[in-house]
Structure formats: C-alpha cells, structure tokens
C-alpha cells in the first residue's frame, strides 16, 4: 500500500510558478513509476507527466512540455512537478498517482492539491 499526500499548490498569476510535491509512504516508492494528472472543473482528469521508477524516462503532455518538469528523489520518497510559464488554462487539481510497474493503469492515488492561475 502506498499512500500520496500533494502539496504546494496555490493562487499565482499567469506567467508564474509553482512547484507541488507528492510525499509517499512505504518502502516500496522507488519500485513505481509515477506521474501528475490534474482535473479542471466540468472536464476530465487529464495526463500532465510521468516518470519511470528510477527517474531516468519522463514523458509530458503536450500542453505542459517545456513548461513543466517532473522529477523524483527516491532517498526521500518525494514526487515533484516545477511548473513554470503558468497559464490560466492550467487552472486545476493537480493529483500525483502511483502504479506497480507490471500494471499500466495507475494504482495509488493522492486527494490533490489546487492551482489556480489568474489572468
């Protein structure tokens, strides 16, 4: 069982940054690829990033990339996502999410943390 506890999210203005952070429990972090998602109200929640157990494959949604960065500290047992540029389009719940590696759907999920960008 892994449990995901997001934070840092907040109100910035557009062209701002945000960095969120996802803590996990158990000994099992550095055993699953990870990834951010986020959900707007009345739409769906969408892929943002993902990273593979070790850090060393990322993969972005065309929306984020080159804005935002994900990465990992596995000795620490932390998710972070830097988001850069912000953009009131990415105005959402940003949710960080685990899954065993054998499995393509995602297992472990935080409750979120919001951000909102103004114009």
């Known amino acids: 069982q892994v449990q995901l506890v997001e934070s840092g999210g907040g109100l910035v203005q557009a062209g701002g940054s945000l960095r969120l952070s996802c803590a996990a429990s158990?000994?099992?972090?550095?055993?699953?690829?990870m990834g951010w998602f986020r959900q707007a109200p009345g739409k769906e929640r969408e892929f943002v990033a993902r990273?593979?157990?070790?850090?060393?494959?990322?993969d972005y949604a065309d929306s984020v990339k080159g804005r935002f960065t994900i990465s990992r500290d596995n000795a620490n047992n932390m998710l972070y996502l830097q988001m850069n540029s912000l953009k009131p389009d990415d105005t959402a719940k940003y949710y960080c999410?685990?899954?065993?590696?054998?499995?393509?759907?995602?297992?472990?999920w935080g409750q979120g943390t919001q951000v909102t960008v103004s114009s």
């Open positions: 990273i593979s157990s070790s850090g060393g494959s990322t």
């Open positions: 999410a685990a899954r065993w590696v054998f499995n393509t759907k995602y297992d472990y």
């Open positions: 158990g000994r099992t972090f550095s055993s699953h690829p």
